[in-house]
């Protein structure tokens, strides 16, 4: 009955290696993002999503790239990662645009 | 473009009492949300208090509510007879409403103790 799920919770890897992160709402939610918490705690959206059309790309890095198979799934492909993608990153879901977002519990993306 | 300062990097208080986090931002929108959320050491982001800029009554929910002065741009957030399950992070955040490709922008956050 979780609402905004993520997999996995932690992801240790090394720099170079591409990996993904998933992320599930079952809300029925249309709109999904993805942010980025650095070390300081600080929380910057990345990308979102309504009814699978990107609406926000922020200046992230083109190794980024999210994918919304459907309304309900947001992943986030990165490749070749490298030490300063280390971060908690969470997904989040709102009903509409401009509507509280509801987060999921945060993948600590850890490179070496 | 909007931004949103809280000013208290970190606090600390005893249990029961009654705690105020600040925060301020800057708009020249006249519709928008503001929101806290809390950030406890578990890191789950989970929202605490939600305000529509068109009403002029203040939010509450429980012990949480919020002190919405409009003019001054500023949403302060009072947390009553505080509980040890209230140290976290908490963020104050803003969005413009209506607008579709608009996004959240948070404050840097204050992060509050609460001492047994």
């Known amino acids: 009955d979780t609402a905004v799920s993520q997999t996995p919770k932690y992801l240790v890897t090394q720099m170079g290696n591409d990996k993904s992160i998933k992320c599930e709402q079952n809300?029925?939610?249309?709109?999904m993002y993805w942010y980025k918490q650095d070390s300081k705690k600080f929380l910057k959206i990345m990308f979102s999503?309504?009814?699978?059309?990107?609406?926000i790309n922020e200046t992230v890095p083109n190794r980024f790239s999210p994918k919304s198979p459907d309304k309900a799934h947001l992943n986030l492909h990165i490749n070749s990662l490298e030490l300063g993608d280390s971060a908690v990153y969470f997904c989040?879901?709102?009903?509409?645009?401009?509507?509280?977002?509801?987060f999921g519990p945060g993948t600590r993306l850890t490179v070496t | 473009a909007q931004t949103v300062t809280q000013s208290q990097p970190e606090m600390s208080v005893q249990e029961a009492e009654t705690v105020t986090l600040s925060c301020t931002y800057d708009?020249?929108?006249?519709?928008?949300?503001l929101f806290w959320y809390k950030q406890p050491p578990s890191r789950q982001m989970i929202l605490v208090i939600r305000?529509?800029?068109?009403?002029?009554q203040n939010a509450t929910e429980n012990r949480f509510s919020v002190n919405f002065q409009k003019a001054a741009k500023s949403f302060s957030l009072k947390i009553s007879d505080s509980q040890l399950g209230d140290t976290a992070m908490y963020f104050c955040?803003?969005?413009?409403?209506?607008?579709?490709?608009?996004?959240?922008?948070f404050g840097k956050g204050t992060r509050l103790h609460i001492l047994p």
């Open positions: 999503y309504n009814n699978k059309e990107l609406i």
């Open positions: 809300l029925g939610h249309d709109t």
């Open positions: 989040a879901s709102s009903p509409r645009v401009d509507h509280e977002q509801y």
């Open positions: 708009t020249s929108e006249n519709n928008y949300y």
């Open positions: 955040a803003f969005m413009k409403q209506y607008n579709r490709d608009d996004k959240i922008i």
């Open positions: 305000q529509e800029a068109y009403k002029q």
